[in-house]
């Protein structure tokens, strides 16, 4: 190994501390859960005026709802690219220390949620390799083909250090051939099929790639660079992470697009045009923050118009609205608005249950989401309740939410969901459970309504969806609703544990 190897990712291995638990998120205790997993969140740069590693460890905290199983950084100078990357929240991976130790002109940074490979360290991101480019990457996707690239890889000589798909693309943009990191990704991109919003450093510039149909978002924005009069630039996920570092959101990323930031600016390619687009509905019904922008729409307001359609399409006579929190207030604010109803806080949330080392006992236990949500008997108790949430995958969560508020003496319980049912699982990057896991596979409105213990169910229609976000069907996937999906072969698509299912688990990390 050389001396510039040594600074690199090898030598963060070095820095990272233990963490006790996996924060509460893989305890088993809140794995019933009712949403979707996160996925993962991204975060790029150049900007040789400013402090890059701080810049982006701030936008990534905007972005911790994406994924709280791991957070990374890699800065580069010019020469060298160090990584500082390891499992638990932004704020657990980095400190003052750590983050002066990640000096450079540019940098990438990651959270994640696994969506192909375990959750343990070696699939932590960003990804450093240095085979003929040595470059850091930040993925948000997932490969539909991602068994077949490795195997092409793995003949051809590669080797990896983990089973994530995202070291599959890692691995073909620094073994490639080509002259620049540029002409690198330009080639690897035509070769990938699936989502893959994608942030690359080397020791000259940042790249960003977005997969030709758009299924997960990525932003460009412009920084001030204060007292030279000039604007640098960065990419995220979503429009959010620009705002807490006083960034510009521009526009975002286009579906096929490849955009390079360099010491002369913005370099833009189209690199694969797609046939169609086919942008993640769910982003606007579920993941995205409140005060991101997605396709030129506040995600506030989207899911308030939800929840003011979700009553127009299913009204029913009731004294309260109550949102399951936080992931149903807007909708639930909307629907309040919309039917008249007095929407009130019967059902408190603890926002640090899922932050604690110590596990639950198993009196605890038995109490189950109690730890999570309590409801308030002196709001609830007589009433008839519209119950509004965004989602239902597996049911667990709201079949013990809907006991919890009887028991709190609720007169009637009418759920209200602002997404049409969830029947089909994704390939693009989410974690929805198989399809026999989720409560409406199989099943009627009627017969959920009943498994869960509610009075009445009624979802948003897909068109009333649409409405909400002003888009169109044929420029989105909405597949996990419909089961329409947008890319061909996606039934080839294998699980989120493929690579280490066959074999090709890789070894355990050592540092050196």
Known sequence: MNSQQRTTDRAAEDQREPVLANDGLDDGFFDDRDGPRDECGVFGIYAPELDVARLAYFALYALQHRGQESAGIASSDGTHIITLRDTGLVSQVFDEEKLRGLSGNMAVGHVRYSTTGSSGWENTQPIYRADNHMIALAHNGNLINAVELHAELREAGATFRSTSDSEIIAAMVSNSKAATIKDAVAEVMPQLKGAFSTVIANKEMVVAFRDPQGLRPLALGKIEVPGEGEARYCFASESSAFDIIGAEFLREVEPGEMIALTERGIETQIVCPGERRAFCVFEHIYFARPDSHLEGQLVQQSRGRMGQILWR????????????????????????????????????????????????????????????????????????????????????????????????????????????????????????????????????????????????????????????????????????????????????????????????????????
């Open 313 to 512: 399409e299913a009204p029913v006579e009731a004294d309260m609205v109550v949102a399951v929190p936080d992931s149903g207030n807007p909708a639930a604010k909307g629907l309040s608005r919309a039917s008249g109803i007095p929407m009130d806080d019967g059902l408190i949330k603890n926002r640090y249950v899922g932050r604690t080392f110590i596990q639950p006992g198993q009196e605890l236990r038995k109490l189950g989401l109690r730890m999570k949500f309590t409801p308030l008997p002196e709001i609830v108790s007589g009433q008839r309740l519209i119950v509004v949430d965004d989602s239902i995958v597996r049911g667990n969560t709201t079949r013990q939410i809907i006991g919890m508020l009887r028991d709190a003496g609720a007169k009637e319980v009418h759920l209200r969901i602002s997404a049409p049912p969830i029947r089909n699982s994704c390939h693009y990057g989410i974690d929805m459970s198989t399809n026999e896991q989720m409560v409406a596979y199989g099943r009627t409105v009627e017969e959920v309504a009943k498994e869960l213990g509610a009075d009445s169910l009624a979802y948003i229609s897909l068109d009333g969806i649409y409405e909400a976000i002003k888009g169109e069907r044929e420029t989105h996937c909405d597949a996990c609703f419909s089961g329409d999906y947008p890319l061909a072969d996606t039934d080839r698509a294998t699980g989120k544990f493929a690579l280490e299912e066959l074999g090709l688990a890789a070894p355990a990390a050592t540092a050196s």
